[in-house]
T-cell receptor, first 112, second 113 residues
Framework: QKEVEQDPGPLSVPEGAIVSLNCTYS??????FMWYRQYSRKGPELLMY????GNKEDGRFTAQVDKSSKYISLFIRDSQPSDSATYLC????????????FGKGITLSVRP | EAEVAQSPRYKITEKSQAVAFWCDPI?????LYWYRQILGQGPELLVQ????????DSQLPKDRFSAERLKGVDSTLKIQPAELGDSAMYLC???????????FGPGTRLTVL
Protein backbone atom coordinates (compact mmCIF):
# COMPACT_ATOMS: atom_id res chain seq x y z
CA GLN A 1 0.00 0.00 0.00
CA LYS A 2 1.32 3.43 -0.94
CA GLU A 3 1.67 5.98 1.83
CA VAL A 4 -0.56 8.44 -0.04
CA GLU A 5 -3.52 7.38 -2.15
CA GLN A 6 -5.33 9.79 -4.40
CA ASP A 7 -8.73 9.29 -6.05
CA PRO A 8 -8.20 8.05 -9.60
CA GLY A 9 -9.17 10.19 -12.58
CA PRO A 10 -9.56 11.73 -14.95
CA LEU A 11 -12.35 14.05 -13.88
CA SER A 12 -14.42 16.16 -16.26
CA VAL A 13 -16.89 18.78 -15.03
CA PRO A 14 -18.86 21.66 -16.58
CA GLU A 15 -17.77 25.22 -15.95
CA GLY A 16 -19.15 26.55 -12.67
CA ALA A 17 -19.27 23.15 -10.96
CA ILE A 18 -17.94 22.47 -7.48
CA VAL A 19 -15.03 20.06 -7.61
CA SER A 20 -13.91 17.79 -4.78
CA LEU A 21 -10.48 16.17 -4.88
CA ASN A 22 -9.44 13.73 -2.18
CA CYS A 23 -6.41 11.94 -0.75
CA THR A 24 -5.96 9.45 2.04
CA TYR A 25 -2.73 8.59 3.80
CA SER A 26 -1.46 5.86 6.05
CA UNK A 27 1.56 7.47 7.73
CA UNK A 28 0.40 9.14 10.94
CA UNK A 29 3.70 11.07 11.06
CA UNK A 30 2.49 13.36 8.26
CA UNK A 31 1.73 16.76 9.75
CA UNK A 32 1.96 19.14 6.78
CA PHE A 33 -0.37 18.91 3.83
CA MET A 34 -0.19 20.59 0.45
CA TRP A 35 -1.99 20.72 -2.84
CA TYR A 36 -0.01 21.35 -6.00
CA ARG A 37 -1.37 22.20 -9.44
CA GLN A 38 0.54 21.04 -12.50
CA TYR A 39 -0.25 22.24 -15.97
CA SER A 40 0.76 20.12 -18.92
CA ARG A 41 4.54 20.09 -19.50
CA LYS A 42 5.15 22.32 -16.45
CA GLY A 43 6.45 21.80 -12.95
CA PRO A 44 4.05 21.64 -9.98
CA GLU A 45 3.09 24.93 -8.33
CA LEU A 46 1.95 25.20 -4.72
CA LEU A 47 -1.74 25.92 -4.47
CA MET A 48 -2.64 25.37 -0.83
CA TYR A 49 -0.75 24.56 2.37
CA UNK A 50 -2.22 23.46 5.67
CA UNK A 51 -0.85 22.21 8.96
CA UNK A 52 -3.71 21.56 11.33
CA UNK A 53 -7.00 19.76 10.96
CA GLY A 54 -9.83 21.92 9.70
CA ASN A 55 -10.48 24.11 6.71
CA LYS A 56 -8.38 26.74 4.97
CA GLU A 57 -9.88 28.96 2.30
CA ASP A 58 -8.16 30.95 -0.43
CA GLY A 59 -10.47 32.50 -2.97
CA ARG A 60 -12.31 29.72 -4.80
CA PHE A 61 -10.16 27.03 -3.17
CA THR A 62 -10.72 25.33 0.20
CA ALA A 63 -8.37 22.77 1.67
CA GLN A 64 -9.71 20.44 4.33
CA VAL A 65 -7.70 18.17 6.62
CA ASP A 66 -9.06 15.45 8.89
CA LYS A 67 -6.09 13.95 10.71
CA SER A 68 -8.25 11.53 12.70
CA SER A 69 -9.42 9.93 9.45
CA LYS A 70 -6.12 10.54 7.61
CA TYR A 71 -8.05 12.26 4.85
CA ILE A 72 -7.52 15.53 3.01
CA SER A 73 -9.61 17.27 0.40
CA LEU A 74 -9.42 20.20 -1.98
CA PHE A 75 -12.64 21.92 -3.03
CA ILE A 76 -12.81 24.22 -6.04
CA ARG A 77 -15.88 26.46 -6.27
CA ASP A 78 -17.13 27.99 -9.52
CA SER A 79 -14.64 25.96 -11.52
CA GLN A 80 -13.17 27.62 -14.62
CA PRO A 81 -11.60 26.17 -17.78
CA SER A 82 -8.29 27.63 -16.54
CA ASP A 83 -8.51 25.21 -13.59
CA SER A 84 -7.95 22.34 -16.03
CA ALA A 85 -4.73 20.74 -14.81
CA THR A 86 -3.39 17.84 -12.76
CA TYR A 87 -3.80 18.24 -9.01
CA LEU A 88 -1.34 16.54 -6.69
CA CYS A 89 -1.67 16.16 -2.95
CA UNK A 90 1.61 16.15 -1.04
CA UNK A 91 2.55 15.58 2.58
CA UNK A 92 5.55 15.80 4.85
CA UNK A 93 6.34 14.75 8.38
CA UNK A 94 8.60 17.52 9.57
CA UNK A 95 7.74 20.60 7.56
CA UNK A 96 10.75 22.76 6.91
CA UNK A 97 13.12 21.43 4.25
CA UNK A 98 11.60 17.98 4.40
CA UNK A 99 10.86 15.42 1.74
CA UNK A 100 7.42 15.61 0.17
CA UNK A 101 5.43 12.44 -0.46
CA PHE A 102 3.02 12.93 -3.34
CA GLY A 103 -0.17 11.25 -4.46
CA LYS A 104 -0.27 10.15 -8.08
CA GLY A 105 -2.36 13.11 -9.14
CA ILE A 106 -5.75 13.54 -10.73
CA THR A 107 -6.32 15.28 -14.05
CA LEU A 108 -9.22 17.72 -14.03
CA SER A 109 -10.88 19.05 -17.15
CA VAL A 110 -13.39 21.90 -16.87
CA ARG A 111 -15.61 22.11 -19.93
CA PRO A 112 -16.73 25.60 -21.07
CA GLU B 1 9.46 36.76 -10.21
CA ALA B 2 12.38 34.42 -9.45
CA GLU B 3 12.08 30.91 -10.83
CA VAL B 4 13.93 27.64 -10.74
CA ALA B 5 15.70 27.12 -14.07
CA GLN B 6 16.30 23.72 -15.62
CA SER B 7 17.94 22.61 -18.84
CA PRO B 8 17.49 21.00 -21.19
CA ARG B 9 13.70 20.97 -21.26
CA TYR B 10 13.63 17.83 -23.39
CA LYS B 11 16.21 15.12 -23.92
CA ILE B 12 16.04 12.05 -26.12
CA THR B 13 18.80 9.50 -25.78
CA GLU B 14 19.50 5.89 -26.52
CA LYS B 15 19.89 3.34 -23.77
CA SER B 16 23.41 2.94 -22.42
CA GLN B 17 24.21 6.58 -23.19
CA ALA B 18 25.06 9.15 -20.53
CA VAL B 19 22.75 12.12 -19.85
CA ALA B 20 23.03 15.13 -17.59
CA PHE B 21 20.47 17.62 -16.33
CA TRP B 22 21.17 21.04 -14.87
CA CYS B 23 19.26 23.04 -12.27
CA ASP B 24 19.70 26.60 -11.05
CA PRO B 25 17.60 27.23 -7.93
CA ILE B 26 16.08 30.49 -6.85
CA UNK B 27 18.81 32.78 -5.55
CA UNK B 28 19.33 32.35 -1.83
CA UNK B 29 17.62 28.97 -1.61
CA UNK B 30 19.94 26.71 0.36
CA UNK B 31 17.90 23.53 -0.09
CA LEU B 32 17.70 21.85 -3.48
CA TYR B 33 15.72 18.75 -4.43
CA TRP B 34 15.70 16.45 -7.45
CA TYR B 35 12.47 14.53 -8.04
CA ARG B 36 11.55 12.00 -10.71
CA GLN B 37 7.99 11.93 -12.04
CA ILE B 38 6.97 8.94 -14.12
CA LEU B 39 4.00 9.59 -16.43
CA GLY B 40 0.76 9.29 -14.47
CA GLN B 41 2.51 9.28 -11.09
CA GLY B 42 3.42 11.88 -8.50
CA PRO B 43 7.02 13.09 -8.13
CA GLU B 44 9.35 10.97 -5.99
CA LEU B 45 12.41 12.41 -4.28
CA LEU B 46 15.74 11.24 -5.65
CA VAL B 47 18.15 13.46 -3.72
CA GLN B 48 18.09 16.47 -1.41
CA UNK B 49 20.95 18.93 -0.85
CA UNK B 50 21.46 21.38 1.95
CA UNK B 51 24.00 23.82 0.49
CA UNK B 52 26.61 21.49 -1.03
CA UNK B 53 25.90 18.53 1.26
CA UNK B 54 23.62 15.60 0.48
CA UNK B 55 20.87 15.33 3.10
CA UNK B 56 18.91 12.42 1.62
CA ASP B 57 19.82 10.21 -1.32
CA SER B 58 18.15 7.05 -0.07
CA GLN B 59 16.04 6.69 -3.24
CA LEU B 60 18.80 7.53 -5.70
CA PRO B 61 19.88 4.48 -7.76
CA LYS B 62 23.53 5.04 -7.05
CA ASP B 63 24.80 2.42 -9.48
CA ARG B 64 23.82 4.68 -12.37
CA PHE B 65 22.71 8.04 -10.96
CA SER B 66 24.90 10.74 -9.47
CA ALA B 67 24.18 14.27 -8.30
CA GLU B 68 26.37 17.13 -7.25
CA ARG B 69 26.06 20.68 -6.04
CA LEU B 70 29.69 21.66 -5.80
CA LYS B 71 29.40 25.31 -4.78
CA GLY B 72 26.05 25.03 -3.09
CA VAL B 73 24.25 26.87 -5.86
CA ASP B 74 23.43 25.07 -9.12
CA SER B 75 23.26 21.32 -9.42
CA THR B 76 23.76 18.55 -11.97
CA LEU B 77 22.03 15.18 -12.06
CA LYS B 78 23.68 12.52 -14.22
CA ILE B 79 22.57 9.12 -15.43
CA GLN B 80 25.10 6.68 -16.83
CA PRO B 81 24.15 4.43 -18.48
CA ALA B 82 20.55 5.37 -19.22
CA GLU B 83 17.96 2.57 -19.25
CA LEU B 84 14.52 2.42 -20.84
CA GLY B 85 12.88 2.67 -17.42
CA ASP B 86 14.54 6.03 -16.79
CA SER B 87 12.12 7.74 -19.17
CA ALA B 88 10.39 10.31 -16.97
CA MET B 89 10.19 13.99 -16.03
CA TYR B 90 13.08 15.09 -13.82
CA LEU B 91 12.05 17.97 -11.60
CA CYS B 92 14.25 20.27 -9.58
CA UNK B 93 12.86 22.23 -6.64
CA UNK B 94 14.35 24.63 -4.14
CA UNK B 95 13.42 26.18 -0.83
CA UNK B 96 14.78 28.64 1.68
CA UNK B 97 16.43 27.07 4.70
CA UNK B 98 13.75 26.67 7.37
CA UNK B 99 10.90 26.97 4.89
CA UNK B 100 8.39 24.29 4.02
CA UNK B 101 7.53 25.77 0.62
CA UNK B 102 9.25 24.12 -2.33
CA UNK B 103 9.34 25.87 -5.70
CA PHE B 104 9.56 23.63 -8.73
CA GLY B 105 11.24 24.21 -12.06
CA PRO B 106 9.64 23.28 -15.41
CA GLY B 107 11.40 19.91 -15.48
CA THR B 108 13.44 17.98 -18.02
CA ARG B 109 11.49 15.36 -19.92
CA LEU B 110 13.78 12.41 -20.68
CA THR B 111 12.97 9.80 -23.29
CA VAL B 112 15.23 6.76 -23.50
CA LEU B 113 14.97 4.78 -26.75
Amino acid sequence: QKEVEQDPGPLSVPEGAIVSLNCTYSNSAFQYFMWYRQYSRKGPELLMYTYSSGNKEDGRFTAQVDKSSKYISLFIRDSQPSDSATYLCAMSATGANSKLTFGKGITLSVRP
Amino acid sequence: EAEVAQSPRYKITEKSQAVAFWCDPISGHATLYWYRQILGQGPELLVQFQDESVVDDSQLPKDRFSAERLKGVDSTLKIQPAELGDSAMYLCASSLYGSDTQYFGPGTRLTVL
